[in-house]
């Protein structure tokens, strides 16, 4: 039966482990999708791995990336700032009270996506026929989800999420654990991207959706949500 809600993933994280540097949600993937969702009738929650307390990437606050699309409204909204305060505990959430998960960006997720309570719940949540997203590094929360088939849930699906050239560009593959690109092919992934980097791109295989990079969010939230309108 159809909720009209949905979760949103969001990370704890607020450092990268290797370097000094802080990172955490980049809210406008957060934003950009809840505002797009919201305004389509659908109700969001939002839960992180360890619950509490979400970090916002300074860098995502930057006055030319906050702009974009009403981010800096919702920025300067209390009420909705505080929804991040005390995020619920992903795997303590009930999969029935919702028709589709999303998972956020922001480097953040890179430590601690890769949590096996966060896999098990998404495992449920797509082999019970609900919709699973996720844009930019989101992806991560992907890499260790194995289904009641015992395949990974990526094996021989069309997906994408930040590349490679763009951690490069964006000064971070030092930085990172791992590269998410390489990491869903090896998982059996059939992954593409943008002919540009941070092109806007979206690929949608049945009931999961990927975004490549933040310009994605919007349009991870178009494809959840006709997604959900046409059941």
């Known amino acids: ?14 450092e990268y482990e290797k370097v000094g540097m802080r990172t955490g949600l980049w809210l406008g993937e957060l934003t950009h999708f809840y505002d797009y969702a919201e305004d389509h009738g659908f109700d969001l929650d939002i839960a992180s791995p360890a619950g509490g307390y979400v970090p916002i ?5 930057a006055h030319d990336v906050l702009s974009e699309l009403g981010t800096d409204q919702r920025y300067r909204d209390r009420e909705f700032m505080d929804l991040l305060k005390n995020t619920k505990k992903a795997g ?5 009270d919702y028709d589709a998960i999303y998972f956020t960006g922001g480097h953040g997720v890179m ?14 949540f797509y082999d019970s ?6 844009v930019c590094h989101g992806p991560a929360g992907l890499l260790d989800v194995t289904l009641n088939s015992g395949d990974p849930l990526v094996k021989d699906k069309n997906v994408t ?9 964006a000064q971070r593959a030092d930085a990172v654990p791992f590269s998410l690109q390489d990491e869903l092919k090896n998982r059996g ?24 990079n933040p310009g994605s969010a919007r349009g991870v939230a178009e494809a959840v949500v006709a997604a959900l309108q046409a059941r």
């Open 111 to 124: 430590f601690d996506f890769r949590d096996k309570a966060l896999a098990e719940l998404t495992a449920r």
């Open 57 to 61: 990437d300074p860098e995502s606050l």
């Open 189 to 212: 992934g059939n992954y593409s991207i943008a002919d540009k980097p941070f092109e806007p791109y979206v690929v949608t295989d049945g009931r999961l959706i990927t975004g490549q």
């Open 1 to 14: 039966m159809a909720t009209q809600r949905i979760l949103i993933i969001v990370t704890n994280a607020r």
């Open 161 to 169: 999420g930040f590349s490679w050239p763009e951690e490069e560009a």
């Open 129 to 134: 026929g609900r919709i699973v997203s996720a």
């Open 92 to 96: 303590e959430v009930n999969v029935d």
